[in-house]
């Protein structure tokens, strides 16, 4: 779609076109006119690389929404936001058989019944899953379902470059390619995903630079508990900057964790072994790395056998292969990475940041959900949960409150030239964090790293250089790392 397409005024603009943004779409009545921007391809989500599945309790007879709640406490450190975990646990079941509506397809036995798995930190197997494809699946049946929505413009490889607030609304910069637009929403939903590009191996695809974070910033919205980063303490062990995630589920079906010498070492640890949360394997995992003095561990999960590997991974499988390893016949190298953001925009239950007709939901929103580390397969259902609360409210806000952004005849011309982006700056940031803060933070490192970036970023925000997606990328990573170091440079 060429941006001269575009309408100038929309209803709501949706930033992100993840599971939190798709759903939340599908939420709006057919009068409210939406604009929903993707930086990439439509698919190319953090959303739609989730393997897992969905954490949600669906059967109250082995199961309850109080263990849910409690599991969910105890991962995240019991720094939760207690009402929103019971919002989260005691919804959820609603919106996930939703989704079974919209065509997606859960494993199920025989008999129709859904299959659920255990991964770490659960007590009761309550995780639906589409094999090891779960985000792929869900993103997939979103989208269909929201292309048939004629209320809802879809506009791909279209990136925010800034945004300020108006009288009853924002005015949108976005660029494709070499185009660019200005564009005005009385309401904005911030779905735009996480920060894993911010450090030097994530399991995130390369939109995940924070862009709605930084947007919010900003303009001024509260950002809280930037520096909970959730690393993942199983990615595959190569040497690609965004890494294969093995699913936590593989531990949940059995796998074993191994040391450099092929030893199950977690009893050292946790006595829930392979299954603690994961921040507890991920800092456990960097302890036995230091008193053994290697980075090789393994995942070993060929005592299950080939036939069940491949049915139940065929995603993991394949990914492993062109690794060149088979997980049926050989162990699988890994180590922790940067995985998953708790913290982000503050939001309230209904999705509201600290700005009025603000919206944020997904990765990007600080919900309380979390605490300080995710329980597994939570993220997938805080997505639904709060993109479909953040329609809602919403919605309700349009019908009781008729004003619209103030648009003005036509917009200025903007000088968007300038020098190019230093080489190396986006390398820079990623090393100077990923030395700093990664799983067992650097104490003695963090104010030095914070005064470089900060140095980054004021060189980046008074500096005149062309407005590109690098350049933009780059101040968004700039942005993220100051405001997690700042946070713990105490």
Do not use: W
């Amino acid at each position: 779609m060429n941006l001269s397409e575009l309408k100038r005024q929309y209803s709501v603009i949706i930033v992100g076109s993840g599971i939190a943004g798709l759903y939340a779409a599908l939420n709006f009545p057919e009068d409210v006119d939406i604009l929903m921007l993707s930086k990439k391809e439509r698919h190319q989500s953090n959303s739609s690389l989730a393997q897992g599945g969905v954490a949600c309790v669906l059967d109250l007879e082995d199961d309850s929404y109080e263990l849910h709640i409690e599991d969910t406490l105890i991962a995240g450190g019991r720094e939760n936001d207690l009402d929103a975990v019971t919002c989260l646990v005691e919804e959820g079941p609603g919106d996930v058989l939703k989704t079974i509506e919209y065509g997606v397809e859960y494993d199920r036995y025989e008999n129709g019944e859904l299959i659920k798995t255990l991964e770490g930190g659960h007590c009761r197997r309550r995780i639906v899953h589409h094999k090891d494809t779960s985000g792929k699946e869900m993103v997939d049946k979103l989208v269909l379902a929201v292309e048939k929505l004629p209320n809802v413009t879809l506009a791909d490889e279209t990136m925010v470059t800034s945004m300020s607030r108006i009288k009853n609304g924002f005015k949108i910069e976005i660029m494709s390619g070499n185009e660019f637009r200005t564009v005005y929403a009385d309401y904005c939903l911030l779905a735009s995903g996480g920060i894993g590009r911010v450090y030097k191996y994530t399991t995130n695809p390369s939109v995940a630079t924070g862009d709605g974070i930084r947007l919010a910033y900003e303009m001024g919205a509260a950002i809280k508990n930037l520096s909970y980063v959730q690393f993942h303490p199983t990615a595959f062990n190569g040497a690609n900057r965004e890494q294969f995630l093995i699913s936590e589920a593989v531990r949940g079906e059995g796998a074993f964790l191994l040391n450099c010498n092929k030893e199950r070492f977690m009893d050292r640890y946790d006595s829930r072994l392979e299954l603690a949360p994961r921040d507890v394997v991920s800092r456990s995992v960097i302890m036995e790395s230091r008193r053994l003095g290697s980075n090789n561990f393994y995942l070993d999960i060929r005592h299950k056998g080939e036939d069940f590997i491949k049915h139940r991974f065929p995603g993991i499988y394949a990914g492993c292969l062109k690794q060149g390893v088979d997980i049926s016949k050989d162990l699988i190298p890994v180590f922790p990475c940067q995985h998953y953001l708790m913290g982000g925009i503050e939001v309230d239950l209904n999705a509201r940041t600290t700005l009025p007709r603000l919206y944020a939901a997904g990765e990007c929103a600080c919900t309380g959900v979390h605490g300080k580390n995710r329980l597994a397969s939570n993220s997938l259902l805080e997505a639904l949960v709060f993109g479909r609360r953040a329609a809602e409210d919403i919605t309700m806000c349009i019908k009781a409150d008729s004003f619209k952004a103030s648009v003005p005849e036509s917009d200025p011309v903007i000088n968007r030239n300038g020098a190019p982006l230093p080489k190396g700056t986006r390398t820079e940031i990623r090393d100077t964090l990923q030395r700093a803060y990664f799983v067992i933070p650097d104490e003695g490192a963090i104010p030095q790293a914070k005064k470089r970036i900060e140095a980054i970023l004021n060189r980046l925000k008074n500096g005149k250089f062309a407005v590109t997606a690098d350049y933009c990328e780059a101040l968004s990573l700039a942005t993220v790392a100051y405001i997690i170091l700042k946070e713990v440079d105490r």
